[in-house]
């Protein structure tokens, strides 16, 4: 059987660096990306959480990857993992980008993301997981990912836990599209995709209540018509060091709504 390193894996047994095989642990966090069948059926008498990131592809100004959200939340919820034993599943990138066209973006419909979680979520339950939590990474997102556990019911046994998350609610900074907070986690996570030359402020004042703007970004075609260029904020002051702080706060604050959630 192939080993893998502690380094990505929560066990008080074993010291980091050391190289050990998969049946020894008793708590772990794992990418099922990564494993063989005989491994997740070794863990999964132990292990009966999986975490599922979930991003978009789509265009975060002249500056950022259009990857950004799936990038972020994807390392989120490794850090997540580290701290929690669970299964790590790969994310799922597709997300609901209409609002920004006619820039790029690869979008998928609320309905179709639901299905996909659905079944994911399905084949899950089906090897055994009892609890799933669904990290979000994209604002377009939430529409579909709020009720996944309601489309779910009556298709899979009671006792399963289903929960989705939002990232940024778990940080007390403004969240923004492309600005200073989202560069800065960028600049922490992957800073060679970062072009900080090419970073600008929205060109149009943003001057409505969140109300109003809330609404109006559930629109097709209307976040360049908002923004003027696609971003929301003013990513210039952007740090490395300002999105390691963010990284802390809320995988630390993700930790502790996941253990509240366990005693629901």
Known sequence: MRTISTKNINSKRCKVDKLVRLP?????????????H????????NVKRAIIPVGSIEQ?????????????????TRLVAEQIPCF???????????????MFNISIRNAS???????????????GIKDIVLINGHHGNVGALQ?????????????ISIHSINYWHLMQSEFDHAGDIE???????????????????????????????ASMTNNPNSF??????GVWGDPRNATADKGHQLLDEIVRNLVQTIHEIESY
């Open 24 to 36: 020894d642990f008793r708590e772990m966090s794992v990418s099922i990306y990564r494993m063989t």
């Open 60 to 76: 975060h100004g002249e500056h950022l990857p259009v990857s950004t959200d799936s990038l972020i939340v994807e390392n989120i």
């Open 38 to 45: 005989g491994e997740f059926c070794d863990v999964i008498n």
């Open 88 to 102: 790590v599943v790969p994310p799922i990138s597709f997300g609901v980008s209409y609002e920004h066209r006619p």
């Open 113 to 127: 993301l639901s299905t996909i979680i659905c079944d994911i979520c399905c084949s899950l339950v089906e090897n």
């Open 224 to 229: 360049p018509k908002i923004t003027g260029n």
């Open 147 to 159: 009720y996944i556990a309601q489309n779910l019911y009556g298709k899979i046994p009671n006792d």
């Open 183 to 213: 560069t800065s986690l960028v600049l922490a996570l992957a800073p060679e995709l970062v072009r900080m030359d090419k970073a600008e402020a929205n060109y149009n004042n943003l001057s409505k209540s969140k109300v109003a703007y």
